[in-house]
Structures are given as structure tokens and as C-alpha cells.
């Protein structure tokens, strides 16, 4: 969520249950302003809280010069101290996140101890074999950055048009983005997903016959697995607003006012995955 409309968009987001008290309202505000001046960001948004059992984790990233490419994330245990999140790059820490069981617990140095998904092999002969599974010891702090990061690529979503990709190849906000319309606005299709693309450039365009290259580079919603399932949208037409959640991450949710540039998302939730969508529906 954009720090220029902090507060009208947690105004926005109240609808659904997600909500801070005035007092974590101000401060944050304040906070993530002298952060963005600190560090000469262009831009810096509230990503949201991770609930712990003993503290709360409040994430904010902000960039540079590219939106995407540029990000840098903080985590603050009190809402004015800002710490920045490692970055994380081997696969067993994302998986050991992923797979651990315990809740956060608010400490940044503690150490936790998961047990990973038994591997399986394939000799010449056909023959299966399974390893014994493996024990990662991983920080706190690692754990947190992995699920922020997981989160942010599964289901970060912004709508189509409000990105804008330059001819040097840096990805910046759209100026002259002015929202959807009321048509537009129901459709999943007109919403993408806040990172890097992971489809071929050339099945995004397809998708569409409409297709504008600066703006139509991202992935869109709808290739969420499972498809169609993976997003529930609710349109609030007397405050004309459009409130879409997450159902594989409880606690994200994403607002857009109709026909106007403002929109973001927000996480607050415990950090964990819900596996069980596919026995919901």
C-alpha cells in the first residue's frame, strides 16, 4: 500500500476485517516517511503484519529506481525501528519456511529446527529410492524474509495499466494510469501479479487482443493455480470499490477505487499457507 494514501486505504481495507488502531496508524505513517527519506527512496509502501506470539512483524519495501527489480524490504518488531530483511537465496530455506509447523514467535535470532520433505530418486533400473529427511536449521529473521517474499510473488496483485515498462527496460509506476471502469473492474483478466513475470512475454500478449506492450509484460491473475479459485472479488459499488482476497494466503487482500489511480495491498495473517483450498471449494 502506497504511503501517499495510508490512510484512506486502510479506510478502504476495513470492509474486510483488515484494520490497525490509530495510534499504530500514525506511527507507522511517520515511520515509513523518515525511512523513504533516509534511504531516498521514489517510492515506499506498507506491506503489511505478520501476527507473533510474542511480537508482530510490520514489512515495508520501497525502491529506487525500478519498482520490481529495485525493492527493498524492512521489518520493524515496534513500528519505528526499521531493520532491513536479509535476501534469501538457497531453496531449502523457502522450503523449511514453508514446511514449518510453529508459529512466529516475534524473536528475529531464534533459531528454528524444521524437518523437510523426504527426497526421491529414480536409478537406470527404475528402482525408487527415498532419502531420510533432512533437518534445517534456519533464523527467524530468514523464515520471515522467505515467507515475505513468497507471498509477495503468489499473490501481490496490482491492476492492469498501473505498472508501465520503459524503453531501457526499467518497470515504474504509470502516471497516467486513472483506474478501471466499471467494466473493467469485475474482469480478472485486467489484474496482474506485483513481480517479475514468469510467463514468455509472447503468451501474456496473446491473452489479449487489446494488448499493449509497456503495460500488458506482467502476469495476470487468472494463471493463479488453481485457476479461477485462487481469488475471490467483491465489488462495493456505493463506495465504488473493489476488494479482491487471497484464498491460498488468508489475510492478503487488495483494493481498488473505480476509475481512479489508487489501489494496494495488504497482509495481515499468522504466515501461513492454507493447503486445504482445494478441499473448500
Partial sequence: MNIEYFQEGLDCLMYCGQKLSPEQKVLLENSLIILQNENRFTGIYFWGRINGV?????????????????????????????????????????????????????????LITVKLDPTFEVDTNQVISASLPELVRIKEEDRLAAIVFIITEECGICPRGALYKL?????????????????????????????????????????????NYPIDFLDSVDCVVPMSKAFSLNLQRNERLVVIKSCIWLGMTFFHKINSHKYGFLYIGDGKKNYDLLFML
Fill in 167 to 211: 524503453t531501457d527496460g526499467r518497470i515504474v509506476p504509470n502516471q497516467m494510469f486513472r483506474g478501471l471502469n466499471d467494466l473493467q473492474c469485475e474482469d480478472f483478466s485486467y489484474y496482474q501479479i506485483f513481480r517479475l513475470p514468469r510467463n514468455d512475454l509472447t503468451l501474456n500478449l496473446s491473452k489479449r487482443s487489446d494488448y
Fill in 54 to 110: 510474542k511480537n508482530d512483524y510490520y514489512i515495508a519495501f520501497g525502491y529506487i529506481k525500478d519498482c520490481l527489480k529495485d525493492r527493498k524490504y524492512f521489518y520493524s518488531l515496534d513500528g519505528f525501528q526499521w531493520l532491513m530483511l536479509p535476501f534469501i537465496s538457497g531453496p531449502k530455506i523457502f522450503q523449511a519456511a514453508i514446511l514449518c509447523p510453529d508459529p512466529f514467535y516475534g524473536d528475529p535470532s531464534l
